[in-house]
C-alpha cells in the first residue's frame, strides 16, 4: 500500500460525524474504550472543538483525531497544556498517511493557537516523525501505563515554547475524562 494520503480532505469534527467517529475510533483499537474517551472529551470542559479534526474520504470519516486540555502540576501551581489524544483511522484505511496528515493538521493547529507544546502518549517511532521527543528531560513527567516505555512519554514543542519557562515542567494530570481508561 501507498504511504501517501488518499485524496481525503481533513476538517473540523461536527455534531453529524459523531456515531462514524465512534465506530471508527472503535475498529482502530478494537475496543469502545477510546471511542468512549471521545465523547467523554467532548463533554468536558477540557474540550477543544478547533482541535478534533476528522479525515474524511469519499463523504465518510475514516480517521480522527483530537487536541484537548490537560495539566501540568508543579510544586508551586499549575499550567494548562495540549495533549493529543486520541489518533484514530478505520483499520482499512490505515498505513495510508491518513494519521500522519492529522497530526500534521492538528499540530499546525495548535501552532496558531500560540500552544507552547502538545504531549502524547504513545509510539516512539511513530510520533518521533513529527518531531515529539522523550518528555523527561525537559521536566515533564508522566505517570504511564505498565504496557508503557517510558519513552512513551513525548512532547512537541511548539512555537511559542520557552525553554527557560519554568511553568512548563512538571508531572502530566490527565482531565477526569481518561480516567478508567486502561
Not at 129 to 140: A, T
Request: proline share 7%; glycine share 8%.
Amino acid at each position: 500500500m501507498s504511504r501517501e494520503a488518499p485524496d481525503i480532505a481533513i476538517r473540523a469534527e461536527t455534531t453529524a460525524d459523531h456515531q462514524s467517529i465512534h465506530h471508527l475510533v472503535a475498529a482502530a483499537f478494537d475496543s469502545d474504550g477510546e471511542a468512549d474517551l471521545v465523547a467523554r472529551i467532548r463533554s468536558s470542559p477540557e474540550y477543544v472543538a478547533e482541535m478534533a479534526l476528522v479525515a474524511v474520504l469519499d463523504g465518510e470519516p475514516v480517521g480522527h483525531v483530537m487536541v484537548s486540555g490537560a495539566m501540568l502540576r508543579r510544586t508551586d501551581g499549575h499550567r494548562s497544556i495540549s495533549m493529543l489524544s486520541p489518533l484514530s483511522v478505520r483499520p482499512d484505511h490505515q498505513r495510508r498517511g491518513i494519521g500522519s496528515a492529522l497530526v500534521e493538521a492538528v499540530l499546525t493547529i495548535a501552532d496558531e493557537r500560540g500552544e507552547p507544546l502538545v504531549i502524547v502518549e504513545g509510539d516512539p517511532a511513530y510520533y518521533s516523525r513529527f518531531g515529539f521527543e522523550h518528555s523527561l528531560p525537559l521536566g515533564i513527567e508522566t505517570d504511564l501505563p505498565d504496557w508503557a516505555p517510558p519513552e512513551a512519554a513525548q512532547v512537541k514543542r511548539l512555537g511559542a515554547f520557552d525553554p527557560n519557562d519554568a511553568t512548563l515542567k512538571g508531572r502530566v494530570v490527565y482531565p477526569a475524562a481518561f480516567d478508567g481508561l486502561e
